[in-house]
């Protein structure tokens, strides 16, 4: 089973959520600052009339595009990753224009420019706003590029359960660093009250492409995971940097740590039957869904006594 079809397979259990208008819809008061422009037509930053709207997918990659749209006409707005110490981004239409074809021919990503005030794919048309243009297009049913006559936008896919929101994120304490950047202690709001996370977070800018391909493809894989010996992943965080990966704090901190600290106090049963055991299910389970954990040992980073978090191959 090749890389794509590893995550197809992960990406099936994930119900796709469509947006019921593309309207604004109301939400909280952001901080997210105004959007500027560059000479090139790139933006430095996202307006909140954009970031507010259900089609609005903020750092998400075209790796996971594909598997939000599935019939032709499906599209949603993201931005693009910027290059290393480069904070410039793209404002992208991505849209099903043949699904007949395959998504990596059938999926058009459409960069939309910013020139003067105005956004616009092609002339004649320039619009205040980007839901302005997105409204035309939808409700004039024709194509956002003239030449390729499937371009034309249906519907709106919304944010996914696991598209989680900054403002929804707080980060409390800094518990050190990982392969993609730090990892913080925290708390989110869900369903009306807070729980407790660990949450790694990384700004797009200081990772390669590869890097931020590779972070997200973990988090794509295990949150379809479901086992108590396994840390589960609750989303990721993608409006704006720094990419978060959002996911259950263990408690007892890393194992290494725990052995080192009670040292001479934990019996060889103990950690036969209780340390040992709960991480042989944990592997059993990820090698069970073609999952190959990558770590030197078997307990890395967020590895802990009750629970061995992988790393995906």
Request: aromatic share 6%.
């Amino acid at each position: 089973m090749d890389d794509d079809e590893k995550d197809q397979k992960s990406a099936r259990k994930d119900d796709v959520t469509m947006c019921t208008t593309t309207t604004t819809i109301t939400t909280t008061t952001t901080t997210t600052p105004t959007t500027t422009s560059t000479f090139n037509g790139t933006v430095t930053a996202v307006s909140p009339t954009l970031t507010n709207q259900c089609y609005y997918h903020g750092l998400l990659p075209r790796e996971d595009v594909k598997f939000l749209l599935k019939n032709n006409g499906d599209f949603l707005v993201r931005v693009s990753q910027p290059r290393q110490n480069d904070s410039e981004r793209q404002i992208i239409i991505s849209v099903m224009a043949d699904k007949d074809a395959g998504h990596q021919i059938g999926v058009r990503h459409i960069v939309v420019r910013k020139q003067m005030g105005k956004y616009q794919v092609e002339e004649p048309h320039r619009f205040d706003l980007m839901q302005d243009l997105i409204d035309h297009f939808v409700k004039s049913k024709t194509p956002v590029l003239s030449n390729v006559s499937t371009t034309i936008l249906v519907t709106p896919i919304g944010r996914q359960k696991w598209e989680l929101r900054h403002s929804d994120i707080e980060l409390t304490k800094r518990l050190g660093a990982g392969v993609y950047g730090e990892v913080y202690r925290g708390k989110m709001e869900q369903k009306n009250h807070h729980i407790d996370i660990a949450v790694k977070s990384a700004k797009t800018a200081t990772l390669t492409k590869e890097g931020v391909k590779e972070m997200m493809r973990e988090a794509r894989m295990m949150r379809s995971y479901l086992h108590p010996n396994v840390v589960r992943i609750y989303g990721v965080a993608l409006d704006d940097d720094p990419i978060m990966i959002v996911m259950e704090l263990v408690r007892g901190g890393a194992l290494q740590d725990y052995l080192k600290k009670n040292a001479g106090k934990i019996s060889d049963s103990e950690k036969l039957n209780h340390m040992a055991s709960s991480a042989a299910w944990g592997l059993e389970y990820l090698h069970s869904r073609s999952c190959i954990h990558r770590g030197n040992i078997p307990f890395n980073s967020q590895g802990t006594v009750s629970k061995c978090h992988p790393r995906n191959s």
